[in-house]
C-alpha cells in the first residue's frame, strides 16, 4: 500500500526558536510570487522566505512543496491531522495562503488540537472572509502588505495587525525588533497587544530606504 505523504512540521530557529512550524513553499506559491515581483514597494519586496529558500536553506523546499500540495488539494483525513504537543505554535512560518482549501485544513488542525494556541499570519482576507469562523485557538493576524502604514485596528474577522516600517520610521512603536518570539510572545496571545510593529530586515531583494 502506498504511504500518504505526512504534514510536515518544521523545527525553527533565528528569531523563532524554540518554536515548531506548519509551512509551505513560498517560491511556488502564485499569490507570493506576485506580490513579491510587484513593481510597487510592499513588505513582500523584503520576502525573507523566497531569501531563505533560494538560498541556504534550499534544502528545505521539498518538504515544504509536499505541505504546499497536500495541504491545498483536498480535506486531510482524520489520520492524517498531526497531533501537536506545544503549548504555542506557528502557521506558515514561510509561505501564505495558498487557497481555500489550505485555510480550511489549517483550521481542522486547530479543531483536532484544542490544548494549543496557534499563530496565523496572513494577507488573504479574501479567503478569511470566504471561510467566515475562526477556531476558539487561532490568534488571527493581518500581515499588512504596505510599509510605514501601521493599522491601528485589524480588519474585520482578525485579531491583531502585523506592521512593518523603515528603520528610522515609527521607532518609538517598534515592539517586534530585536527578540525572539519566545520571549515576547504578544502574537502568540490574545491578551496583548493587537498592533505589532516590527523593523524591515533588508535581506529581500530590495533594502529599505
Known sequence: MTMKPAVHISTMSGKLDGLHAISTNTTTNPFCLKMYKAKRETICSFCYSHAMLDGFRKNAKPALQRNSDLLSSRPLETR????IN???FRFQ???ELINFQHLINLYAIADANPDTTFGLWTKRKDLIK???YKPANVVLIYSNPKLNEIMDKPPEGFDKSFNNVSVDKYVDQQNCTGQKCKDCM???KFNTTDTIVEMVKSYGKRKAT
Open 80 to 83: 492524517e491531522i498531526p497531533f
Open 86 to 88: 506545544a503549548a504555542y
Open 93 to 95: 512560518a514561510h509561505g
Open 130 to 132: 470566504k471561510v467566515g
Open 186 to 188: 504578544a502574537c502568540y
